[in-house]
Each structure stands twice: as C-alpha cells, then as structure tokens.
C-alpha cells in the first residue's frame, strides 16, 4: 500500500521517460490508522519536465494552503482504482503511461513489505511468464 507521495519514472512511447509524483489520497478511520481510498494523483515531477514542483505555497492573500489541481501545471491527473477496474482523469498521460502507473501502482511494495517477505519469490507463480504485450485494458486490473 502507497500511504507516502512516491517519485518514480514510467517510459513514454517515444522511449524516453516521464518523471512523476505519485500522491495517494488517505482515509483516517475511527480507530486512527490510514486505510487506502483508492485515489491516485499524478503530478510531474521537477527531476524529469520542463516543470517544478511547487515546494511552497502561492504568494497570495488568504489561505493558500491548497492550490488547486486545475491550477496546478505539474497536475497531470488522477487515477481510480478498484480491486478490478481503473480509470484515469486527465488528458496528458498516453495510455502506454497510465498502464505502466497503474501496474506500478498495483505492484508497489514498501520497504516494510520487502523486509516481511521471507523470499524473493513469495509473489510470482512458478510457471508465468513475462506478458508480450500490457496486461491490463482501461477498466480492467485482470
């Protein structure tokens, strides 16, 4: 589970890549503790684009605390997903660069989860084999 922004890096089609940000958005229940929502937001990341990221709040009367996405330029969307379906919001990301976020996203694995599993292959059947081609279709985690 992503309960931290993570930076990373996904290929665009044209073989270079795109640095991001990715931001889960984090449910406080009851008893204190963090629980998923599902919710992803893209921003670009200033190691890769053209683009920096904001580190401090607009100069601005009032409370400037949050700027909005769509007033964001490193905002490049957000993505919903479900134990079996996805869908993406945003209009900068190829399809190529959503699939590769979403298996990203679905795959991650913190360093307390890589320190818990007892060996490398824990996770991976012993008889799959790489996919030629992107597993996953708009809407679908299968």
């Known amino acids: 589970m992503i309960i931290n922004p993570i930076q990373t890096h996904i290929p665009r089609a044209d073989g270079g890549d795109r640095y991001v940000i990715i ?5 406080k229940g009851n008893d204190g503790m963090l629980y998923p929502t599902g919710l992803f ?3 670009k990341d200033a190691f890769g684009d053209e683009t920096h990221l904001f580190t401090e709040p ?3 009367k009032g ?16 993505f ?3 134990a079996t379906e996805w869908k993406f919001e945003g209009s900068i990301l190829s399809y190529h660069e959503q699939v590769a976020l ?5 795959n991650y694995k913190s360093p307390v989860d890589q320190q818990q599993k007892q060996t490398p292959f824990d996770d991976f059947p012993e008889n799959a084999n790489p996919p030629e081609e992107f597993p996953l279709n708009p809407g679908s985690l299968s």
């Open 58 to 60: 607009a100069e601005m």
């Open 23 to 27: 931001e889960p958005a984090l449910h």
């Open 102 to 106: 979403v298996e990203f996203i679905t």
């Open 41 to 43: 937001k893209i921003y």
């Open 63 to 78: 409370n400037s605390d949050n700027l909005a996405d769509d007033q964001n330029p490193d905002y490049l969307g957000k």
């Open 80 to 82: 919903q997903l479900s």
